[in-house]
């Protein structure tokens, strides 16, 4: 496995639970606060979902941006691996809701949409444009480094060639 792979795997799980434990605290302190059964509850573990999914997504991309990209062990398929890893995350999300949802003494509202609709697909997509838009800023900047080295180079090739010709130029003119 890679630096980023192993950071992906213990990241996910990490994540993972504190998921679980944010949605354990606050079936505690609504149960505490006699609101167990409130249709608020939903609205907040829908919360908390959906800032996990911004949080994870987050983290990932600090670590993808950690190095200065001409120094990085971080390649470009690595953020295909965040974005894959963010997606099963959303998965997880919506395992976890569904499960919660149907079980047998649940209080959800029948008629009420997942998520208020699209709430979890547009935090997820936005989660992905920003990976998305570092993996072009990283490739940008680790071509823009291959060009300027690439450049250095013929410009020392040229430089080296011109003060050989010089001074071949400069031995041949005194012999003749």
Known sequence: ?????????????????ECLEALSALTAR???????????????????????????????????????????????????????SVTAFKAFC????????????????????PFDGDRLERATD???????????EFESKKSFVKWAIGDARRRIWTGIMMSVGAALGHVLGSVF
Do not use: C
Request: proline residues 2%; aromatic residues 10%.
């Open 94 to 113: 919506e395992k976890t809701h569904k499960r919660r949802t149907t079980a047998e003494n649940s209080s959800y509202p029948s008629k009420r949409a």
């Open 126 to 136: 936005e989660a992905l444009h920003n990976i998305r838009g570092k993996l072009l």
């Open 1 to 17: 496995m890679t630096y980023f792979e192993d950071f992906v795997a213990l990241a996910f799980q990490r994540k993972q639970s």
């Open 30 to 84: 609504l149960a505490a606060e006699q609101q167990l059964m409130s249709g608020r509850r939903w609205v907040q573990e829908e919360k908390i979902f959906l800032d996990q999914i911004v949080e994870y997504a987050e983290e990932l991309t600090a670590k993808l941006m950690e190095y200065a990209a001409e120094h990085s062990p971080i390649q470009s398929k690595d953020f295909e691996l965040a974005m894959h």
